[in-house]
């Protein structure tokens, strides 16, 4: 994973699109049922360990992206990029590259 690179442009076959359209649907149910209606900006309402099981995938969006979504799912990403130990991780691994 290269979580230092950002925009890379990669072409997403067919089947990795479809895979990330059930995925944002997963997540936007997610966010109707459970966030939307809970204390916060994440999947179930406030940061669990759902969020960051997903950081990886976030971290994988950026990288290759732009990887088109809606704007529920890019408010998701960001806000999950922005969240304090997820941009520590982020930190940590651009200084371990150097």
């Given at each position: 994973m290269d979580i230092v690179t950002e925009g890379a442009g990669v072409?997403?076959?067919?089947?990795?699109r479809r895979d990330l359209d059930r995925l944002?649907?997963?997540w936007g149910e997610a966010r109707t049922d459970f966030g939307e209606?809970?204390?916060?900006?994440?999947?179930?309402?406030a940061f669990s360990i759902a969020d960051a099981?997903?950081?990886?995938v976030v971290s994988r969006l950026r990288t290759y992206g732009p990887v088109p979504m809606d704007e529920k799912i890019k408010a998701y990403t960001d806000t999950m990029w922005a969240n304090p130990a997820v941009?520590?991780?982020?930190?940590?691994a651009r200084r371990e590259v150097g």
């Amino acid at each position: 994973m290269d979580i230092v690179t950002e925009g890379a442009g990669v072409t997403v076959p067919i089947g990795v699109r479809r895979d990330l359209d059930r995925l944002f649907h997963l997540w936007g149910e997610a966010r109707t049922d459970f966030g939307e209606k809970g204390d916060g900006a994440y999947l179930f309402g406030a940061f669990s360990i759902a969020d960051a099981f997903f950081a990886p995938v976030v971290s994988r969006l950026r990288t290759y992206g732009p990887v088109p979504m809606d704007e529920k799912i890019k408010a998701y990403t960001d806000t999950m990029w922005a969240n304090p130990a997820v941009a520590e991780w982020a930190a940590d691994a651009r200084r371990e590259v150097g």
